[in-house]
């Protein structure tokens, strides 16, 4: 399936904050899109006559669930002609190429260690899919931590969704934290790494860290990951932008 193209249809579209939305798409010439959390899909958008200057890819930001049917969420990008043209143009019913699954940002056979799942923005969809997997499948697992990093609390994508599962998964521990929150924010404050820095101090437990997010917060975080003792094969990224 790697190499193959197929047709994507749009079967619905949310507003999830003021500038991301969710795109439900079916690959309807399957019976089942199969595919592993934190893969993700590349479409082929008519913006630009040169095919990879038409392609975007975009992780998977639901679980697998033995359908034909993904779930994509998507920031509008000042500028950009891809984001631009999914918000202006594509409305339920479009269809354009999609080309997947993609990606080797998966979780280990066997989680015998702890997770740190480190995001900023639209980085925390391949770690939805992850933990909605884990706890649908009741996958043994150590403790996991998703840590969340935004400016405002409306930036936040899955809050109310996240805090939930947050009660329902056995060790799952959801920290989302603001760098520019208002008054009334009761949560986190500050940057990512000083909330993974914080639960390790003292203790360097066996772990996979997986980030996801702007390329600058990628490079910190492994700088701080390998200088707190831990091995470059502890750490997996998925780079956006």
Not at 34 to 55: A, S
């Amino acid at each position: 399936m790697q190499d193959n193209w197929h047709t994507g249809y749009v079967t619905r579209i949310e507003q999830e904050t003021y500038n991301t939305r969710r795109f439900w798409i079916q690959i309807r010439e399957l019976e089942r899109f199969d595919f592993k959390p934190g893969q993700f899909v590349t479409l082929d958008l008519p913006i630009h006559e040169e095919k990879k200057k038409r392609w975007r890819s975009y992780s998977i930001a639901s679980a697998p669930d033995g359908t034909n049917e993904i779930e994509l969420v998507i920031v509008l990008l000042e500028g950009g002609a891809g984001t631009t043209y999914l918000f202006n143009e594509v409305k339920v019913g479009s269809e354009f190429p999609v080309k997947g699954p993609l990606g080797v940002f998966t979780l280990p056979e066997t989680l015998d260690r702890h997770l740190y799942l480190i995001c900023t923005g639209t980085g925390v969809a391949p770690f939805r899919a992850m933990a909605h997997h884990i706890h649908t499948h009741q996958i043994p697992h150590q403790s996991i931590h998703l840590i969340y990093g935004c400016r405002k609390e409306c930036d936040l994508l899955y809050a109310k969704e996240l805090r939930q599962l947050e009660e329902e998964l056995e060790g799952f521990r959801y920290s989302p934290t603001l760098s520019r929150c208002e008054d009334g924010w009761t949560g986190k404050r500050g940057y990512v790494h000083l909330i993974y820095e914080e639960l390790l101090a003292g203790n360097r437990e066996p772990a996979y860290f997986f980030l996801c997010g702007w390329k600058n917060m990628i490079d910190e975080a492994k700088g701080r990951i390998l200088g707190m003792g831990y091995d470059r094969h502890d750490i997996h990224q998925e780079l956006y932008g």
